[in-house]
């Protein structure tokens, strides 16, 4: 059924779910188009962790297939001590006959999803940003920094964690500093590495997750107090000294690690915008409404489940207040969980590593049933009274 309230939508973003956003409107017979800030994209080379609520949401716009094929699918991680000694493999909750896991490298996924937006002819204004909203009798009115205004019956603020959007209709935010970093070192897969691992060290957490047959990243989350900024050319000297504890697989890792310009390092900042993510015609999705800390491999899964549940609301032609309203009851309380179950690893991590953490918590069940709640129906009926 078309939309008579939806015909025109904006979105402000080209990442992981402004693309998604584009393909799965026009599958649902609406025209978008895109204005992305960046003159060129820039995704770094690392990879990204996709569970299989990722696959399943992505399966709705036919693409699942291409991101195993172009990734690496595998049953779970191995958990090692620090020094490497084997302690246990977690088999990840699967859905839909979709693996535990696939990892794919951030610029594969991507390019899968620009070339998905290419075919279907959206445009994509590069080097564009958004300078105001205003919302007007039949929608909202955006100037662009390009000087030129539109009316749009609906704009998508998917413009990520620092989102203008966001600034614009709900003012700025507090981003709480988790206290931890992230490193992330792109390196070659070992042909004997058949799963994802973890080291559990002292006073941080290593991983080697594979990214494609040949390619693997090394990633590391380690106490950063106080947010420190860090000399972007000593940042592989930095790395290599926050590894010296571990041995076994990541000690071979960290003797590869020579190059600053290849270390993507990240302070772990994390928000959840209260309920609704909307003010008028303008809704926020992906981490412009829910940043969390990465330790459930789960931020860009419920972007992308965001964009693929509009598009599915939009489907009912509702006017744009149903929708959005519709849109909320789908999303806040399972983007919560996420936000929220991230934080509480990030706490019990830092608890961890300053021996002050409780014996009776069982952290490998807590994130096995975080994962199975995800593994859950996530489009379901619309509840129309
Ligand atoms: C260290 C780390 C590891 C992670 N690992 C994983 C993982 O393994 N699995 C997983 O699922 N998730 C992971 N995530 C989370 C994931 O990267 C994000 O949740 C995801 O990228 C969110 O997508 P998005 O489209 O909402 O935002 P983004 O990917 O940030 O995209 C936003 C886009 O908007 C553009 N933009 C920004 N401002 C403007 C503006 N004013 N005007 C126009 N365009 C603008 C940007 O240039 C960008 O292209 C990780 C995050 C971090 C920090």
Known sequence: MTN??????????????????????????????IVEKEKEWNVYGVGIIQPP??????????????????GTPYSGFDYYTGEGHFLYHGVSPTVEGYPGVNGISRRKLHYILLESVQKIKTKIHMGTTISTLKQVANGVS????????????????ADG?????RELIVGSIDQQYSGQGVWRYTLSRPKDLENGIFYYGKKAKAGLV?????????????YEPGNPKLPADQLHVLLRE???????????????????????????????????????????????AHGTAPHLGQGAS???????VLADILKHNLSISETLKAFMEKRFERCKLIVKNSDQLV??????????????????MYVKETLEKMNEPFLTELNLQ
């Open 4 to 33: 008579q309230y939806v015909k025109k939508v904006l979105i402000v973003g080209g990442g992981i779910s402004g693309l998604t956003a584009a393909i799965a409107l026009k599958k649902a017979g609406i025209e978008a188009e």
């Open 53 to 70: 609520n990722a696959l399943r949401a992505l399966n709705e716009i036919g693409l699942a297939d291409e991101c195993i094929k172009q």
């Open 142 to 157: 955006v100037e662009l920094n390009s000087g030129t205004s539109q009316t749009y019956d609906l704009v998508i603020g």
């Open 161 to 165: 964690s620092n989102s203008k959007v």
């Open 210 to 222: 594979p990214m494609s047959d040949r390619e693997m990243y090394l990633l590391v989350t380690t």
């Open 242 to 288: 926050r590894l010296a504890e571990f041995g076994g697989a990541i000690a071979e890792a960290a003797k590869q690690v020579t190059n600053a310009n290849e270390v993507v390092y990240r302070p772990i900042f994390t928000h959840l915008i209260p309920s609704p993510w909307y003010r008028g015609n303008v809704l926020l999705v992906g981490d412009a």
């Open 302 to 308: 419920i972007a992308i489940e965001d964009v693929i």
């Open 347 to 364: 706490e019990w991590e830092l608890q961890t590593w300053n021996s002050e953490m409780k014996s009776d918590v069982n952290i490998g």
